[in-house]
Nanobody, 121 residues
Framework: QVQLVESGGGLVQAGGSLMLSCAAS????????MGWYRQAPGKQRELVAA???????NYTDSVKGRFTISRDNVKNTVYLQMNSLKPEDTGVYYC???????????????WGQGTQVTVSS
């Protein structure tokens, strides 16, 4: 069984910074990609940023230049450094991982429990 445990959310004023962390634990053979999604009240969950095993990244347009995703492949941990936060960044941030656990051939997808980020104006 695999678990994703997030930390680092909280309340911050506009213009401030937060760093989110997500550690994957359990039986993990390898991780293809890890990412962060967010869901604002009344809106659909959206991809914020993702990083692949080789290090390539992609970001949603609204966070480019402000957020940085990184990962530690040894610790199976992904980070999201969020700078210049805006009220519209408010939401529940979920960690996601696409990885090989029970099989070397069929990847599985896992979600964390979510962490609240609130940016006040």
């Amino acid at each position: 069984q695999v678990q994703l445990v997030e930390s680092g959310g909280g309340l911050v004023q506009a213009g401030g910074s937060l760093m989110l962390s997500c550690a994957a634990s359990g039986t993990i053979f390898s991780i293809n990609a890890m990412g962060w999604y967010r869901q604002a009240p009344g809106k659909q969950r959206e991809l914020v940023a993702a990083i692949r095993h080789g290090g390539s990244t992609n970001y949603t347009d609204s966070v480019k230049g402000r957020f940085t995703i990184s990962r530690d492949n040894v610790k199976n941990t992904v980070y999201l450094q969020m700078n210049s936060l805006k009220p519209e960044d408010t939401g529940v941030y979920y960690c996601n991982a696409d990885l090989y656990s029970g099989s070397y051939y069929y990847p599985e997808n896992y979600w964390g429990q979510g962490t609240q980020v609130t940016v006040s104006s």
